[in-house]
């Protein structure tokens, strides 16, 4: 009976649907800030003790990557609302409202949080209390996760400028102008911050004074953050390029092209040599970081995203919404979460790493905490309206089947 497999088919899809989610402990350490530190390594050495659970958060759009800081999880959505939540639930601690969308992470150092806004504000809130304390405007939106270094912030903004404030009062140090928008999260090392702009050259400003030390020029807007390992500053552009450079001279070490358009940011793993990126193509490829030899490259869709490391494998998300745990080594897929089951997906953040914890938000409004270890994630309202979608082609089945016994009976 047609009929009756349907409605059986129908019940077991939705029981796997809503499932009870799994959880186990973990270890970890505070993620502060975009790619874990100003150098945007993307992975941490030390661990402290945390027991996670599986959750979902729900707000407007978020296509801000987290950060983490004593056990609250800080991000920003597209509506202008940041928000503070408990990392062990997903609770609420509280929340700001901005004038303009945040779409970029904010960091997090000593009492205060810091992220811009598209209304051309940087904001500094108590990380405690969600408080203003200062606010600085510029002359258009800021897309850029800020820097922070020796109590000086740096950050880019669609005005054509890099800044550097007093991060306890917001006075100007001083301003550095470019000819495009800076929408390339800038990162420090040894007296200089680094950066890309949308005029297609990527800078090198001394810190204590702004003056430029080098620029190189890509032919390209350059949208991803350089990442630092020793002296070598990695960095991909518009124009598919990806470049190793001296950090000293900005000379040209290697050169890959992966084909397409990378707004993605090197992950590095200096213990193996190994740096991971995503570009537009779909593919998340690992590099050598001594000479760029290509180790693997494997079709995830579309990633702007920035991997993160978590021991032995590397956690990327896609625009086509899906959460991947890749083997550093081979590529290899070990666990995939897709919280949208196709029919609503929506591109995922950049993941921020708490242990065991896989922390990333979609566009769609949704925060997510997954467990990895038992490789688990919160049930998602998405199940349900699949669940729905499933009774309703049951339902209609079932009258297709009823009236066409009737038209029979009525022959």
């Known amino acids: 009976m047609i009929g009756k497999k349907n409605i059986l088919i129908g019940f077991m899809m939705i029981c796997l649907f809503v499932s009870p989610i799994a959880i186990a402990p973990a270890s ?5 800030m975009f790619q874990l530190n100003t150098n945007h390594t993307g992975y941490m050495d030390e661990a402290s003790d945390f027991n996670p659970d599986s959750w979902i958060f729900q707000t407007a759009g978020i296509l801000t990557s987290p ?14 609302l940041f928000s503070a939540l408990n990392l062990d639930d997903g609770t609420k601690v509280w929340d700001y409202k901005a004038e303009g ?22 904001y500094a809130l108590n990380k405690k209390t969600g408080d203003d304390v200062w606010k600085y405007k510029t002359g258009n939106s800021i897309e850029t996760t800020p820097a922070i270094d020796n109590g000086i912030i740096y950050f880019g903004s669609d005005d054509q400028r890099l800044y550097a404030l007093n991060t306890n009062d917001s006075t100007m140090k001083w301003e550095f102008q470019t000819a495009n928008a800076v929408r390339s999260s800038p990162t420090v090392f040894n ?41 070598t500053l990695y960095m991909g552009t518009d124009n598919g390029n990806f470049y190793a450079m001296n950090t000293g001279d900005g000379s040209v070490l290697w050169t890959y092209n992966l084909n397409d358009s990378v707004k993605s940011s090197a992950l590095l793993n200096s213990n193996d040599n190994s740096l991971f990126v995503g570009s537009d193509n ?19 869709g579309n990633v702007e995203s920035t991997p993160a490391l978590m021991g032995d494998n590397i956690v990327v998300t896609s625009t086509s919404g899906t959460v991947y745990v890749l083997n550093k080594f081979s590529g290899k897929e070990e666990w995939s979460f897709m919280p949208g089951y196709y029919l609503f997906n929506s591109p995922l953040s950049s993941p921020a790493i708490y242990g065991d914890d896989i922390i990333s938000g979609d566009a769609n409004g949704n925060m997510y905490a ?22 309703v082609i049951i339902g209609a089945l079932v009258a297709f089947r009823v009236l066409r016994k009737r038209r029979k009976g009525e022959e």
């Open 101 to 122: 969308n945040i779409t970029a992470a904010p960091v997090v150092v000593g009492d205060n949080v810091y992220f811009g806004s598209g209304d051309s504000y940087l």
């Open 282 to 300: 779909g593919n998340v490829t690992a590099l050598d970081m001594r000479d760029g030899k290509l180790k693997w490259s494997v079709n995830t």
């Open 28 to 32: 970890a350490t505070d993620w502060p």
């Open 67 to 80: 950060a983490i800081s004593d056990k609250i999880i800080y991000f920003g959505s597209t509506k202008g």
């Open 370 to 391: 997954l467990d990895f270890t038992r490789k688990s994630g919160p049930v998602t309202p998405y199940v349900y309206y699949i669940a729905a979608i499933v009774v």
């Open 191 to 231: 007296d200089t911050v680094y950066f890309g702009s949308d005029d297609g050259k990527i800078y090198a400003v001394g810190i204590n004074n702004g003056t430029k030390a080098w620029e190189f020029d890509t032919g390209s807007a350059v949208r991803s953050s350089p990442a630092i390992n020793n002296t």
